[in-house]
């Protein structure tokens, strides 16, 4: 089954051609990781994948369901099943761990009901339902933070946020999670310790991955697949058994 | 080395900047004489101060003051307490409700909705460069004498300014994790009430309380125009030449006043250095 595929995608931006006609596609439970130089057009495929920037032609579909002809409530309803983990956690600073874990599932129940307003529990722990906030409390306890339930987010190192936007992402029970450079903003170590987590618990889960990253060695250990792009366009598409570094590095010129 | 790599000493536009300190000038001069600014009239005629001066000092003596007049003060002074809290609650409430629907890139961003937006930060900022005083006079001719005319006077005043701020600090607050919240299935109000409001509460708050030190001092003039508060009695003390008596209140107002920036003052940095 293809949980992503992406069609004949293309994006300018000021008529410079960013993302020149990508095709590509995910099977589900795999890992891909998108690798390439600064402004290879990394980030666009990731925004154009999440909708966030409308592709000038070309097709997504998430799930077998087309993305750019969706509804705002279709696109809500595919966004509930999508995790996203940014580069920079993006969590909410004043508030604690645990009612940013929460907030994960907010899509969830906008779908159970199409009520405005449904999710009005789910803006703090402190109103949340039980259940709501002991799946919240298991998604912490999985990336090893529930004694820090309670602490506010902009309390905590660089390490342990992008665990919780982790959890955030797993509170979602997400079929597919998007993740951009998700371990840019960390020290090496810590960068390494969070990627090695995030990547065991999606494989436990068989979520299906598509993350970019900077690091070669990382998408080498971690991807099951490794994608390069080079002036929009993709120049390398192979899986990783048959891949050494050298030949990344080389993508990098 | 050549003199002509030197940075330059003076900025590129000097026969500019030169102007706009001679129109500078020439406005402040005008202005003065418009105001009838005059130095002689202020210390010139030390009868009229050295008058004032005795009636007032020490105050109580000229007319014995009761128990009774002070006690009514004291009522007065409450009035205007409670006038200018009552006032600013309900500002804040509705400041808060018309700012949500005038920030930009909030909740209106669909062409179709900006005119609510663009309509919302119009009432506000009518409701802001309207004077209260002049607020004060509309409503007494509309719900009559007394401390509700300036209620709603503090009301609408607060409107204006906590709508105003309210909506800049939203406008302010960092809107990637509204974006990331919306990314995963929430709708825009999910967003910004779970996100954007939490972020943006610390400055709420110390805009509130600017809010209610600015509504304390406003009410304390409003009975001026009949609007409920002290400064009917302070007026009509005033009138009789009572100056002795309405010192004791100027003193009563000062009080109030100063204490009531200190306590927001301290509250204000007890939620800042949270």
Not at chain 1, 60 to 75: C, E, G, P, T
Not at chain 1, 173 to 202: H, N, T
Not at chain 2, 214 to 236: C, E, P
Request: charge should be positive; glycine fraction near 8%.
């Amino acid at each position: 089954m293809i949980v992503l595929k992406i069609a004949d995608l293309r994006k300018s931006y000021n008529g410079k051609m960013v993302l020149d006609g990508l095709n590509f596609e995910i099977p589900k439970g795999e890992a891909l990781s998108i690798i390439g130089s600064n402004g290879a057009g990394k980030s666009t495929l990731i925004k154009c994948a999440l909708f966030l920037t409308k592709p000038d032609s070309g097709s997504i579909d998430i799930f077998d369901s087309r993305v750019n002809s969706m509804s705002q409530l279709k696109l809500r309803k595919m966004r509930s099943n999508v995790g996203v983990v940014f580069q920079k956690h993006n969590l909410v600073p004043r508030l604690s761990v645990l009612s940013n874990v929460i907030h994960g599932s907010i899509g969830e129940a906008n779908n159970k009901s199409m009520l405005p307003l449904s999710a009005i529990g789910r803006w703090t722990h402190v109103t949340a339902a039980n259940s709501v906030r002991s799946k919240a409390i298991n998604c912490l306890r999985m990336v090893g933070l529930e004694p820090l339930a309670l602490n506010r987010a902009d309390s905590l190192s660089g390490g342990q946020s992008q665990r919780v936007a982790i959890a955030r992402a797993l509170m979602q029970d997400p079929e597919l999670i998007i993740a951009d450079e998700p371990a840019a903003s960390l020290d090496p170590i810590a960068g390494q310790q969070v990627m090695s987590l995030f990547f065991k618990l999606c494989k436990e889960k068989k979520i299906t991955l598509l993350f970019t990253s900077h690091n070669t060695d990382q998408a080498l250990d971690y991807a099951d697949r490794i994608i390069a792009l080079k002036n929009g366009k993709i120049s390398l598409n192979e899986e990783t058994d048959t891949l050494k570094s050298e030949d990344l590095i080389s993508e990098y010129g | 080395m050549n003199m002509d790599d030197a940075p330059r000493r003076l900025p590129p536009k000097l026969h500019f900047y030169i102007l706009c300190l001679v129109l500078f000038v020439l406005f402040s001069g005008w202005s003065f004489s418009g105001s009838g600014f005059s130095f002689s009239k202020l210390i010139g005629s030390p009868e009229y101060l050295m008058d004032f001066l005795r009636r007032a000092f020490p105050p109580f003596s000229e007319h014995r003051i009761t128990w009774d007049a002070f006690f009514r003060y004291l009522a007065a002074l409450v009035e205007t307490i409670q006038m200018a809290f009552a006032g600013t609650i309900l500002g804040i409430i509705f400041g808060f409700i018309l700012a949500l629907l005038a920030s930009k890139n909030l909740l209106f961003t669909s062409p179709y909705l900006r005119p609510i937006q663009v309509l919302s930060k119009g009432i506000i900022a009518f409701f802001r460069t309207v004077p209260d005083l002049v607020w004060a006079i509309i409503f007494v001719v509309v719900v009559g004498l007394g401390a509700f005319a300036g209620t709603l006077a503090i009301m609408v005043d607060t409107i204006g300014f906590c709508g105003r701020f309210f909506a800049e600090e939203m406008e302010e607050v960092d809107k990637s994790p509204a974006e990331a919240l919306e990314c995963c299935g929430a709708t825009k109000v999910d967003a910004v009430f779970s996100a954007v409001i939490p972020a943006a509460m610390p400055g709420f708050i110390a805009t509130s309380l600017f809010a209610f030190e600015k509504a304390v001092r406003s009410s304390v003039v409003l009975g001026i125009v009949g609007a409920g508060g002290i400064g009917l009695q302070l007026q009509s003390l005033f009138n009789f030449f009572s100056y002795d008596r309405a010192m004791v209140i100027i003193g009563m107002i000062f009080i109030l006043v100063l204490a009531i920036e200190q306590i927001s003052n301290y509250a204000r940095q007890k939620i800042i250095n949270r």
